[in-house]
């Protein structure tokens, strides 16, 4: 078994870094390694000789965010077996796993596993919820379980195999980001800065009053899901639209699919 496991995501409203660390939990018997890109200026900078690598992104648009291939634009290893994670909001998935399976295997690593799961939609609301509350716990044991089938794997020295993983190439059109951002109820928040510490592309300035930058925008919602205020909320219609086309037709529960 390798020493070490090395955590590498990204996780703006922290249900990725969930998943990972619940798969570290079920593989055991390693010291663990966090590597959290989601507000890493400049990226990662790591080179990796050995140990195993669990990375995760989530799923944008079907796609690996692009701002997760600018933060491993550092990463390299050498063979280096990786479990790749994908976390979609229980619409699809598509291409995002089997991009991932590409940048990974292009740095050096050996992909050996992957698994697609589900967490809340970054759109997700009280009033319109969208996979509210997951990953919940049975998630959080399938992650788990999914660790321990990965660390059998590799115990029994059977682990190195490239799994068949879904996803069409060339991937999906990666559509732009639209410059579209959370506002500020100025008669709710209290300038307590959480969302600007929240903000993983840094756009958020908080001092006599909250000034966002939506070209560098993800909406990603870690400031509207993480202001104690209640005091920012991403109303734009064509999040609305797509809001309302996820609750309509993405509320059938979808399970994590495990490919090993
Ligand atoms: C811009 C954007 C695009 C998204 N696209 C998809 C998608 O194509 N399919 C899907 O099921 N969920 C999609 N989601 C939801 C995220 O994949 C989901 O909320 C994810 O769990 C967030 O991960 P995090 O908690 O680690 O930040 C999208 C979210 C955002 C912000
Ligand atoms: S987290 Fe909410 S209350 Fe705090 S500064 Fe930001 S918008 Fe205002
Ligand atoms: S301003 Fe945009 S990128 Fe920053 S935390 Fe809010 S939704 Fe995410």
Known sequence: MPVTTHLIYFSPTSTTKMIVEQIAEGIGDTSVAHHDLTRLKGGLDLRLDDGLAVIGVPVYAGRVPEICLERLGGLSASGVPAVLVVLYGNRAFEDALIELRDVAVAKGFT????????GEHSYSTTTQPIAAHRPDPADLAKAREFGWLIARRLRAGIGLAMPVIPGDVPYRERPPLGGVAP?????????CG????????FVIKVDDRVLTSAEGCLKCC???????????????????????MLVNQCSERKEPALFL
């Open 183 to 191: 506002e500020t109820d100025p008669g709710l928040c209290t300038l």
């Open 194 to 201: 959480t969302c600007a510490a929240l903000c993983p592309t």
């Open 111 to 118: 992909a050996i596993a992957a698994g697609a799961f589900i």
């Open 222 to 244: 870690a400031c509207t899901k993480g202001c104690p205020a209640g005091a920012r909320t991403l109303h734009h219609p064509t999040v609305e639209t797509r809001c309302e």
